[in-house]
């Protein structure tokens, strides 16, 4: 499946447990905007950046790809997103180095 399928499918998945259950997607929605959109003294692409080292951390292909989405809509870069993998590696070992190596397959995708 390409990272295109993938998101396409979680974006899919995450409408319907909206449907299903719309308080609990509702309240995480606000967490997630009220966090992402505030006027604090880290921006927007920082954060994603921190969210996609959770992600890689943890092994979730779904948020990996989401992150990634949003990063290539800030403009990060390559570079940037492989130096954030290294850190994630360096935090979370192996495992971590596994998912690093999605993460960096759907950015390329996502730029070619």
Sequence with gaps: MSWDDKLKATQNQLRNL????PAATKGFGELSKGVKESDGPIDFKTKEYVALGIAVA??????????????????????????VLGMTIQMGGGPA???AAKALECYDEFCD
């Design 18 to 21: 909206n449907k299903a259950n």
């Design 58 to 83: 943890q092994g979730c292909e779904s948020c990996i790809v989401l992150h990634i989405k949003a990063l290539v809509r800030t403009g990060a870069t390559r570079e940037e997103v492989a130096d």
């Design 97 to 99: 180095m596994m998912y």
